[in-house]
């Protein structure tokens, strides 16, 4: 039996993730975040009610169940407890079930002001990040620069550590960018003040982790963005600032590779992508506009509308092979119940080539022509179906020529935004 299961976006991110993992924390004993930010909007649909996640795992939801922040994430401290007051406030006891590593490195506002001044810098060539001060956080974590959690023990260090960081980064907001500077009281003012409350919620999350394991409990890793947006394998340099691939989960959750059992790879059953980067797929006529308006495409966290495409089984079996996808889990099928006829992306014609599988780096991916075969749409409602065999004929259809292309098996599929709204093929934790 499988124990453990790592949930992972196999596109450009806001796959569905959050509602997947919310469903399967009924199995779990722990939730676990590995990777990303505050940068990741993980949007809960229980009875008709709500709740988007940005940091907290999505298993937060479920009483009894502990949830975890894994050192692979950059944290802010002002989004950790806007986020926890809002849970609060829906009568969700967030405090008593969290715990962070020590490790996470922090996003302060000297991070989020850097990242501001370099998109505004970029112009056309913008990278299209949040604005949250994700990348320049991890670039601290890689320089070995960081303010982490575990300084929060030790003011003086703290201090000394703030003094060097807003000196450095206050040099390049004035003579790179022509930024005013940010004050380092301010920031160590800040950061003081949330010292004593975030103190009580770090512990040892890997050591936990391998103690819920070895007693029996099941572990649910939660990703954050899609692989395709992977610093290492997705659209460089439009891309995010972590690993958002399955294997990042041991490095990030701090757990040996055994303890990945079972890979769960969430798509859309077309394909959405947020910010600049190429995009083969993308549609620039009525039926993108029905995608996303159907689709409700706009981003949890930053509003930003999606950019809507056709499904591409190119991009996904890079996705596939990368992370070892065991299962398919295919959202918003009922976006396409409308159409006549649906496209389905089957490989790229790249100069004299055609190519199977998505190249790397972004601008190969900008010269790839999509080819194209057509399935007849059904034009029947989906939203909210239960069972595979009440699925009309030509969805059924379409759900086995994706899983021929790419070659896994479609294990749920989720017909609306509800925890209710799944049929379940074969269950991961079965």
Not at 183 to 209: C, H, M, W
Not at 275 to 285: A, I, K, Q, R, V
């Amino acid at each position: 039996m499988a124990k453990n299961v790592v949930i992972i976006g196999t596109q450009w991110g806001d796959e569905g993730k959050g509602k997947i993992v919310d469903w399967l924390t009924d199995s779990v004993a722990a939730v676990v975040r590995f990777q990303g930010g505050n940068n990741a909007g993980h949007t809960l649909v229980v009875g008709g009610q709500k709740t988007v996640l940005r940091l907290i795992p999505s298993g937060i939801l479920h009483d009894g169940v502990r949830c975890f922040i894994g050192s692979g994430v950059v944290v802010s401290p002002q989004a950790l407890f806007e986020e926890i007051e809002e849970l609060n406030k829906a009568g969700v006891n967030v405090e008593q079930r969290l715990t962070i590593a020590p490790t996470c490195p922090l996003i302060l506002p000297y991070h989020k002001a850097l990242d501001h001044a370099r998109e505004a810098a970029k112009g056309d060539k913008k990278i299209g990040t949040t604005g949250r001060g994700i990348g320049p956080a991890y670039e601290d974590k890689v320089a070995r620069r960081a303010v982490r959690m575990i300084d929060l023990f030790n003011l003086p260090v703290l201090k000394e550590k703030l003094q060097a960081n807003v000196a450095l980064y206050n040099a390049q907001l004035q003579h790179l960018y022509g930024q005013e500077p940010v004050d380092f009281e301010q920031v160590y003012q800040e950061v003081a003040q949330y010292a004593d409350r975030i103190k009580p919620l770090i512990g040892d999350v890997s050591n936990t982790l391998y103690q819920i394991h070895q007693a029996g409990g099941k572990i649910l890793f939660e990703g954050a963005q899609g692989t395709l947006l992977d610093i290492d394998y997705g659209t460089y340099p439009f891309v995010t600032s972590s690993n958002c691939v399955a294997g990042a989960a041991s490095a990030g959750a701090g757990v040996a590779p055994q303890m990945l059992d079972y890979v769960l790879g969430i798509v859309k059953a077309y394909t959405t992508r947020v910010g600049s980067g190429p995009f083969p797929t993308e549609l620039f006529d009525e039926t993108g506009k029905l995608l996303a308006e159907r689709g409700n495409e706009f981003g949890s966290v930053t509003g930003r509308p999606r950019r809507c495409g056709w499904f591409d089984a190119p991009a996904l079996r890079r996705s596939l092979q990368i992370n070892g996808v065991t299962g398919l889990c295919i959202t918003k099928l009922d976006v396409l119940d409308t159409l006549p006829e649906i496209k389905i992306c089957t490989a790229y014609k790249l100069g004299d080539k055609t190519v199977d599988i998505l190249p790397f780096g972004s601008d190969e991916v900008a010269l790839c022509v999509p080819i194209y075969e057509t399935l007849p749409g059904w034009q029947a409602n989906t939203f909210g179906v239960q069972k595979y065999e009440d699925l009309p004929e030509n969805a059924r259809r379409y759900l086995q020529r994706l899983q021929e292309l790419v070659g896994v098996p479609v294990s749920i599929v989720s017909t609306g935004p509800d925890r209710v709204q799944t049929i379940i093929i074969e269950h991961p934790f079965a």
